[in-house]
Protein backbone atom coordinates (compact mmCIF):
# COMPACT_ATOMS: atom_id res chain seq x y z
CA UNK A 1 0.00 0.00 0.00
CA UNK A 2 2.72 2.66 1.42
CA UNK A 3 4.54 1.78 -2.57
CA UNK A 4 1.44 2.93 -3.93
CA UNK A 5 1.00 6.12 -1.87
CA UNK A 6 4.69 6.64 -3.00
CA UNK A 7 4.07 6.22 -6.55
CA UNK A 8 0.90 8.47 -6.48
CA UNK A 9 2.78 10.98 -5.13
CA UNK A 10 5.57 11.04 -7.60
CA UNK A 11 2.98 11.13 -10.37
CA UNK A 12 0.90 14.02 -8.97
CA UNK A 13 4.84 15.71 -8.02
CA UNK A 14 5.93 15.09 -11.65
CA UNK A 15 2.76 16.39 -13.50
CA UNK A 16 3.10 19.73 -11.56
CA UNK A 17 6.51 20.15 -12.26
CA UNK A 18 7.42 23.46 -14.41
CA UNK A 19 7.93 22.31 -18.35
CA UNK A 20 10.06 24.09 -20.60
CA UNK A 21 7.74 26.88 -22.80
CA UNK A 22 7.71 26.03 -26.31
CA UNK A 23 9.27 29.56 -27.65
CA UNK A 24 8.12 31.37 -30.37
CA UNK A 25 7.56 35.08 -32.12
CA UNK A 26 4.41 36.10 -33.65
CA UNK A 27 4.25 38.62 -36.03
CA UNK A 28 1.40 41.01 -37.60
CA UNK A 29 1.85 41.59 -41.24
CA UNK A 30 -0.35 43.21 -44.56
CA UNK A 31 -0.39 40.73 -47.37
CA UNK A 32 1.19 42.09 -50.37
CA UNK A 33 1.38 39.55 -53.29
CA UNK A 34 0.95 36.13 -53.26
CA UNK A 35 3.26 34.42 -56.41
CA UNK A 36 3.79 31.04 -57.58
CA UNK A 37 7.08 29.65 -58.84
CA UNK A 38 7.41 26.88 -61.80
CA UNK A 39 8.89 24.35 -58.96
CA UNK A 40 5.94 24.65 -56.83
CA UNK A 41 7.06 27.22 -54.64
CA UNK A 42 4.59 29.56 -53.14
CA UNK A 43 5.85 32.91 -52.04
CA UNK A 44 3.56 35.48 -50.06
CA UNK A 45 5.22 38.83 -49.70
CA UNK A 46 4.39 41.14 -46.68
CA UNK A 47 3.53 45.08 -46.59
CA UNK A 48 6.58 45.16 -44.56
CA UNK A 49 9.30 43.75 -47.14
CA UNK A 50 9.10 40.43 -45.69
CA UNK A 51 8.27 37.13 -46.89
CA UNK A 52 7.80 33.92 -46.82
CA UNK A 53 8.63 30.62 -49.19
CA UNK A 54 6.13 27.70 -48.78
CA UNK A 55 7.41 24.28 -50.68
CA UNK A 56 5.22 22.12 -52.47
CA UNK A 57 5.85 19.14 -50.07
CA UNK A 58 4.51 21.27 -47.24
CA UNK A 59 1.80 19.58 -45.47
CA UNK A 60 -0.04 22.82 -44.95
CA UNK A 61 0.57 24.57 -47.94
CA UNK A 62 -3.13 24.88 -49.24
CA UNK A 63 -4.63 25.74 -46.24
CA UNK A 64 -2.04 28.84 -45.87
CA UNK A 65 -2.59 29.96 -49.71
CA UNK A 66 -6.30 29.93 -48.87
CA UNK A 67 -5.57 32.17 -45.80
CA UNK A 68 -2.98 34.26 -47.95
CA UNK A 69 -5.76 34.87 -51.15
CA UNK A 70 -8.08 35.53 -48.34
CA UNK A 71 -5.89 38.07 -46.96
CA UNK A 72 -5.26 39.61 -49.92
CA UNK A 73 -8.41 40.29 -50.96
CA UNK A 74 -10.21 40.92 -47.79
CA UNK A 75 -7.29 43.41 -46.56
CA UNK A 76 -7.38 41.72 -43.58
CA UNK A 77 -3.62 41.04 -41.71
CA UNK A 78 -2.26 37.52 -40.97
CA UNK A 79 -0.05 36.86 -37.76
CA UNK A 80 2.42 34.53 -38.43
CA UNK A 81 4.78 32.24 -36.58
CA UNK A 82 8.22 31.70 -36.30
CA UNK A 83 10.19 28.89 -34.15
CA UNK A 84 12.56 31.19 -33.02
CA UNK A 85 11.53 33.53 -29.72
CA UNK A 86 11.94 37.24 -30.14
CA UNK A 87 12.41 37.08 -33.67
CA UNK A 88 12.79 40.29 -35.93
CA UNK A 89 9.56 40.52 -37.60
CA UNK A 90 11.44 42.89 -40.05
CA UNK A 91 13.68 40.50 -41.49
CA UNK A 92 12.83 37.80 -44.27
CA UNK A 93 13.20 34.99 -41.69
CA UNK A 94 13.42 30.75 -42.99
CA UNK A 95 11.53 29.26 -39.52
CA UNK A 96 8.41 29.99 -40.57
CA UNK A 97 5.73 27.80 -39.16
CA UNK A 98 2.63 28.85 -39.67
CA UNK A 99 -0.13 31.72 -39.82
CA UNK A 100 -3.31 32.86 -39.44
CA UNK A 101 -6.13 34.96 -40.56
CA UNK A 102 -7.42 38.08 -38.41
Do not use: H
Request: proline fraction near 2%; hydrophobic fraction near 50%; charge should be neutral.
Amino acid sequence: MCKIVLSLFAVLFLSLAPAPANAMTQCQVKMLRVWADSNGVVWFDFANNTGVGIGANNSGREAMMSLAVTALVSGRDVILRYQADNADCNVTRTDFLGMYLL
